[in-house]
């Protein structure tokens, strides 16, 4: 009964996990949607907020728990997990959660959210399970019910200029062209059974000049048509990337923290799919459907019993690729996230390639990559097998309805039922009923596969903007008076706090170092006083006025900051001290790099200002980097300056320059800092322990 309940269960969908760290929000999703909660990542993302570091099984729990969902969590050896309830979430590798969705007794059936649909034998199983699994069902108050969110088409598509009228355009041209593809076979009918039969030359002549003027026709509006689809892609390409880019850069900075870079360009990538078919596969889907139809009705007249032959022929082609689809679509996604992840180890190990070489790590990163591209040769390979045997099964249909209409058709000439110009017009006008038959079909399954390309690109599409850009306050600021407003900071409920209660104030115009420990949550309270992260409870004020309530947008535009993460950007040493700013002022470039003590290192340099830097092609040093950040900060005029390790990189004659500078700046200063001449050279101390709470102290005291 194990093995029968294994073939005939049915099949649960599968969910790939977006962040880094979200399998379990990926498994319960899973789980849920089979029950009949239709929900997603995105969905539950928004109620259940994940952390950096992922779910406990307890944090799993509860969230079932929201889900009217049973969880029971076992302990069990490996030989029990056919007794288990499925489907389930197995503890795996020690780090992650995958779904069981059925199990024999020798081979279990997985879905792993970071890999796709797996089946192992349990001899692999053994090496991941941890022996931990956490069973769900229904509880009696479950109900069904929708909450995932459909693709703003609409506004990903936005609107672009001459579309509707190019699209006519399109749909013109190709009618004109098909109108040309139904009468050559009707010559050739007319050329067998008048010209060949009848010996009629005058007539062969007008009907030569006519198929001529149809092969001519033809071309020429088949490249006009090809020219104005290409104009509509490549018009479509600009302005979904340019939506999708824009939407990006509107994400709150967690977004990117939580996701791998190379999963974030193969999401981005997928407009390119996306914007091919629907530009292309949607107006040829429509001319298929009218062709075929109008093509049916024409060999109708010739003989019902061959036009039933193509239908069936046709029919066919339609069941086997429904049931290669199933497979086809599990196997496509599977390759779509390895090569997501195959992208991400080359990102990464050109980024850390310093480190790699100095660890003589290259034969360990080779092999990860080697596996990884592996894993997407295994999944092409699937794909490819399905396919090869999906064209030797329509090659096979495809052949024998050939035989049977020519057979068929054979004996209908001897019975004198059909001249032989009418059976090679039918024979011409069938094969167009099963090409277009066989074309509305790939591309009705294309159009579905597309669901792959729109849930990848929904999770940038998808996501909630960075909220608070657009403030409501409008009024001028009575001063820049900062006030740390009791805040509160964890990062997903049933965390720990990294901030708790956290509370104090700077003055306009006065400096405060902020020191303690590492991990004490000193650059996490710089992001909640920079607007990037959010509070869990309390408010940043300035002026007496909360940041969100003044604007995001409009707060950022009186800060400057240097982060420890900070980078500079491909270009000039000049573009990026002004960030690139179209009316860059070459006076106030040298100004700020002075007061960086960085001018004079730069005009040192053959190419001065114009010497070319960027993320990863830069000659310049990390203290060098930092004083370029700190004249990025400076150009614009900030009300308030923060600096996060701003000067952990540079000896102590510069450091003290630069801070001597900064302390005769007439702005607004918070210092985060562990060298003690950086700390000294503030006015207040504000100490953060261990549990996130701010204790201030004087500078003399701390020195003490």
């Known amino acids: 009964m194990e093995r029968l309940r294994f073939g005939l269960r049915r099949r649960i969908e599968f969910i790939a996990q ?75 590798d020690l780090n992650h959660f995958v779904v069981l969705e059925a199990c024999d007794g020798k081979r279990a059936r997985l879905l792993d959210p ?142 990117f923290e939580k996701r791998h870079m190379g999963d974030l360009l193969s999401r981005t990538g997928s407009v390119d ?19 075929l139809v109008l093509t049916l009705a024409f060999i109708y007249h010739y003989s019902v019993s061959l036009t039933l032959i193509t239908v069936l022929t046709v029919a066919a082609y339609a069941v086997l690729r429904w049931f290669t689809y199933v497979r086809l679509e599990e196997f496509t996604h599977s390759m779509l996230i390895n090569a997501a992840n195959v992208q991400s180890e080359m990102m990464e190990t050109i980024r850390g390639i310093s480190t790699i070489k100095l660890h003589n790590n290259g034969r360990q990163r080779c092999t990860r990559y ?50 032989i110009g009418m059976l090679m017009a039918f024979i011409a006008y069938s094969e167009q009923v099963v090409a277009r038959g066989s074309s509305l079909i790939d591309k009705g399954i294309e159009l579905r596969m597309l669901r792959l390309q729109a849930d990848r690109l929904s999770d940038i599409v998808l996501a909630t903007p960075e909220k608070h850009l657009e403030g409501k306050f409008h009024g001028t600021l009575p001063n820049t008076d900062i006030q740390v407003d009791n805040i509160s900071f964890r990062y997903a409920k049933g965390e720990r706090w990294v901030l708790l209660n956290c509370g104090f104030s700077v003055a306009a115009g006065e400096s405060v170092a902020v020191v303690g420990p590492s991990g004490c949550g000193k650059t996490t309270l710089v992001k909640l006083m920079l607007g990037l992260l959010r509070p869990s409870a309390g408010a940043i004020r300035v002026g007496g006025v909360d940041i969100r309530t003044l604007g995001l947008e409009r707060y950022r535009d009186m800060v400057g900051s240097v982060m420890q993460d900070d980078r500079l950007f491909t270009g000039s040493i000049a573009e990026n001290i002004s960030f690139f700013d179209p009316q860059a002022s070459e006076e106030r470039i040298r100004e700020v790099a002075k007061a960086a003590a960085i ?106």
């Open 599 to 704: 001018d004079e290192e730069i005009r040192r340099m053959p190419m001065g200002y114009d010497t070319r830097v960027g993320d990863m092609g830069s000659t310049l040093s990390g203290g060098q980097k930092q004083r370029i950040l700190l004249a990025r900060a400076l150009y614009r005029r900030p009300a308030i300056l923060v600096l996060d390790e701003a000067t952990s990189h540079l000896d102590t004659e510069r450091e003290h320059s630069i801070n001597q500078v900064v302390s005769a700046l007439p702005i607004t200063r918070i210092i985060v800092a562990h060298r003690r001449e950086t700390i000294a050279s503030a006015q207040r101390i504000v100490r953060l322990d261990p549990q996130g709470r701010a204790i201030e102290l004087k500078a003399a005291s701390h020195a003490a």
């Open 370 to 419: 080697t596996n990884a591209s592996v894993e997407v040769a295994n999944s092409a390979i699937r794909v490819h097998r399905i396919e090869i045997l999906f064209a030797a099964l329509s090659k096979m249909t495809a052949g024998t309805s050939r035989i049977l209409t020519l057979w068929l058709g054979a004996r209908m000439v001897l019975d004198n039922a059909l001249t």
């Open 114 to 255: 970071a890999h796709g649909r797996r089946t192992l034998p349990l001899q692999e199983v053994s090496k991941h399970f941890t022996g931990v699994a956490l069973e769900l069902a229904r509880k009696p108050q479950f109900r069904k019910l929708s909450e995932r969110r459909k693709l703003p088409w609409k506004s990903l598509i936005g609107h672009v200029t001459g579309l509707k009228r190019a699209l006519l355009q399109v749909l013109m041209l190709s009618i004109t062209l098909e109108v040309f593809v139904l009468v050559v076979p009707l010559l050739t009918q007319w050329l067998i059974d008048q010209v060949i039969a009848l010996a009629d030359r005058d007539l062969l002549g007008l009907i030569m000049m006519g198929m001529v003027f149809a092969f001519v026709f033809q071309s020429v509006v088949g490249a006009l048509r090809s020219w104005v689809v290409l104009w509509i892609g490549t018009l479509m390409k600009v302005q979904w990337s340019s939506n999708a880019f824009s939407h990006l850069l509107r994400l709150p900075v967690d977004f």
């Open 18 to 92: 977006n962040e880094a760290a979200e399998c379990g929000l990926a498994c319960l999703a899973m789980i849920a949607r089979h029950h009949g909660h239709d929900t997603d990542l995105q969905a539950l993302r928004r109620r259940f907020p994940n952390s950096l570091v992922g779910s406990s099984l307890q944090r799993l729990m509860e969230i079932a728990d929201h889900l009217s969902l049973t969880a029971r969590p076992l302990r069990l050896e490996l030989e029990e997990l056919p007794q288990l309830r499925t489907p389930c979430i197995l503890h795996w």
């Open 273 to 291: 799919s996306i914007q091919r078919t629907i530009s292309t596969r949607l107006i040829e889907s429509v001319l298929d459907g009218a062709m």
